[in-house]
């Protein structure tokens, strides 16, 4: 599916990025993140 982002080691910015873009496509963003990136997953929402 498009509307999943899988959060790794990138900036947070970048994944910022990423959810506005993909929320305008769409009305749902699924964000996905495992261990130490949870946190960066919660400051890119």
Aim: charged residues 20%; without cysteine; positive net charge.
């Amino acid at each position: 599916m498009e509307n999943i982002l899988l959060i790794v080691n990138k900036p947070v910015m970048s994944y910022v990025l990423a959810v506005v873009t993909q929320f305008n496509d769409n009305n749902i963003v699924i964000i996905k993140a495992r261990g130490k990136t949870i946190s960066r997953a919660v400051d890119a929402t």
